[in-house]
């Protein structure tokens, strides 16, 4: 039976389970964020001096519709139900089709007395390094056949997001330089070799660790000292430059990140 809240991991539906699971409700959540302030001069006020984005938690009740006569079935969901959860990955949820989470953490409930039928139970999870719902495709921009290019791309989420580069070198030969600024921050890289028909990828792993390879082969320690740690992206339009040494395809693509 389908049932109007619907939760998945890992593409595999709760409800799909077993068909005596009940979703009681869906907490979509909100990131947690903390603040850090000093006091203003003059006896009222303070100023935020720093403030970071912890985590975001997702909770998920659920019943289980089995009389307690057949505790051997209640059980046996019950322990489906937790390895399902274990398994991480990407959660969606009814009514964000468009959006995803990147579930790192279950926290579960007690069994408690699985005797009591009426019983609701309520797992945790919880995003550590995107604290963020995202966007299940990337906005992107892209042009063919240039050394340079400048250009813009929006980023339609609530929080700063990092932009994912692909650099396709469309020429006959080897190249050694690359340099791209997003939204104000620049990664230069030298001293690499990118040979003709390959690819330079700057990307980010799920929890938004960042990757730089050329040909496959990770060239991260061959940015400039004045680079920026990534390609931050603030919400709305940012500008967009790019120097390569040799001619290619220029792909850029952004997460949109939400509450």
């Not at 690819?199 to 320690?221: C, F, M, N, P, Q």
């Amino acid at each position: 039976m389908r049932l109007s809240r619907r939760v998945a991991l890992g593409g595999v539906q709760l409800d799909e389970i077993h068909e005596r699971i009940v979703i009681r409700g869906v907490d979509t959540g909100v990131p947690k964020e903390t603040v850090e302030s000093v006091n203003r001069m003059g006896g009222a006020g303070s100023r935020i001096t720093r403030h970071h984005w912890e985590t975001l938690e997702v909770s998920v009740t659920f019943a289980i519709d089995v009389p307690k006569s057949n505790m051997a079935l209640r059980r046996e969901i019950w322990e489906d139900v937790v390895s399902w959860a274990q398994t991480g990955g990407w959660l969606t949820a009814e009514g964000m089709d468009d959006r995803r989470m990147w579930a790192e953490k279950a926290v579960l409930p007690g069994g408690g007395d699985l005797w009591e039928w009426l019983s609701e139970y309520t797992i945790v999870f919880r995003a550590y390094g995107v604290p963020f719902w995202q966007d299940v495709e990337p906005r992107s921009v892209g042009v063919r056949g240039v050394s340079s290019w400048t250009g813009t791309i929006g980023n339609p989420g609530h929080f700063e997001t990092v932009a994912d580069v692909t650099f396709h070198n469309s020429s006959a030969q080897a190249m050694t330089s690359f340099a791209i600024t997003v939204g104000g921050n620049q990664i230069s890289l030298s001293g690499f070799t990118l040979a003709a028909g390959a690819d330079l990828i700057i990307s980010h792993s799920e929890d938004g660790l960042l990757r730089i390879t050329a040909g496959g082969v990770s060239i991260y320690d061959k940015r400039s000292a004045d680079s920026a740690d990534d390609l931050y992206v603030a919400p709305g339009t940012a500008a967009i430059s790019m120097t390569a040494g040799k001619a290619g395809t220029l792909t850029v693509s952004v997460y949109g990140r939400y509450a």
